[in-house]
Nanobody
C-alpha cells in the first residue's frame, strides 16, 4: 500500500544541479524518517542523505556541502537538492522511508537515474 515515486533525474554536466523529488502515499508521512540512497553499476546501494520526522539530517561525507535533503510534510514529499555535481555522483537514486513510530517498516521507491557527464 505504501508507494514512493521518485522524479527529477536526468543528464547534467559536471558542476550542474538537479532537484530530486519523492512523493509518498499510503502512509502517515510524519511517522517516517526519509532518505535518499544511490547505487552505481557494480557497486552497493549506499546512503546519500536522511532526514528524521523532526528534521534532523545526516549526509554521506562525499556529498556534504553539496547536497541538501528536505521534507514538506503537507505535501508528503522529500527532496534532494544536488549542487556542484560530479561524474562520481552518477547512479540510480532511490527514495527510502523508515517508520519511526510504533511498529517498524522500510519501503523503497523505483529509483531515478542521475548521469553527470560532459
Amino acid at each position: 500500500q505504501v508507494q514512493l515515486v521518485e522524479s527529477g533525474g536526468g543528464v547534467v554536466q559536471p558542476g550542474g544541479s538537479l532537484r530530486l523529488s519523492c512523493a509518498a502515499s499510503g502512509m502517515t508521512f510524519s511517522n517516517y524518517a526519509m532518505g535518499w540512497y544511490r547505487q552505481a553499476p557494480g557497486k552497493q546501494r549506499d546512503l546519500v542523505a536522511a532526514i528524521t520526522s523532526g528534521g534532523i539530517t545526516n549526509y554521506a561525507d562525499s556529498v556534504k556541502g553539496r547536497f541538501t535533503i528536505s521534507r514538506e510534510n503537507a505535501k508528503n514529499t522529500v527532496y534532494l537538492h544536488m549542487n556542484n555535481l560530479k561524474p562520481e555522483d552518477t547512479a540510480v537514486y532511490y527514495c527510502n522511508a523508515r517508520r519511526q513510530v510504533g511498529w517498524s517498516g522500510t519501503y523503497w521507491g523505483q529509483g531515478t537515474q542521475v548521469t553527470v557527464s560532459s
